[in-house]
């Protein structure tokens, strides 16, 4: 299947905790497939969650290598099924988008490098540490497997939200 269309705020989906992947199957194959067209079809975009396109499941991808911020430090196209975060360190903040939020942008702090384990598109498990942009990307994307989006995490409405021109 090609891309999905994208769940935008305030869908409750996109509120809604996601349930574990209990096993790689055909249908979670294809899901993998829809959820990497999805990104590559959207602008600028990094990564993708399984709620962003109305499946309420642990499953998203990630790939910030064409991107000016993550190019230089990158793992390439991550397939993240049922991803937790084992270790963190560090903080900063930065200017975040998403495509159910595509009016807005805002800066959320977060952890600077995380390890991150999951399950990978061929079914073994993985261990990923991640610095940067890319650690930024994973967090967000996993935030949607628990219902929450960056403007839950803003610091400010009033000065850490911004009104997008367009979205590129
Ligand atoms: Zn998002």
Redesign the pocket.
């Known amino acids: 299947m090609p891309e999905q269309k994208i769940l935008l705020y305030p869908h409750p989906i996109l509120k809604k905790p996601a349930r574990t992947v209990e096993r790689i199957d055909e249908e979670i194959n294809s899901l993998v497939t829809d959820l990497i067209d999805t990104m590559r079809a959207g602008p600028g975009s990094v990564?993708?969650?399984a709620p962003?396109v109305g499946v309420s499941l642990r499953l998203c991808v990630v790939d910030v290598s064409a991107s000016r911020h993550g190019k230089e430090n990158n793992h390439g196209l991550m397939v993240m099924i049922n991803p937790e975060i084992i270790a963190s360190l560090g903080a900063a903040s930065m200017r975040?988008?998403?495509?159910?939020?595509p009016d807005y942008t805002g800066d959320v702090e977060r952890a600077t490098e995380i390890t991150v384990r999951f399950t990978n598109g061929a079914g073994e498990p993985e261990e990923v540490v991640a610095s940067g942009f890319e650690a930024v990307a994973i967090q967000?994307?996993m935030?949607?497997l628990d219902g929450i989006?960056?403007l839950d995490r803003i610091v400010s409405l009033k000065t850490g939200l911004f009104r997008r021109k367009s979205y590129k």
């Open positions: 990564g993708v969650a962003q975040e988008g998403c495509m159910s939020v967000h994307e935030d949607h989006l960056f």
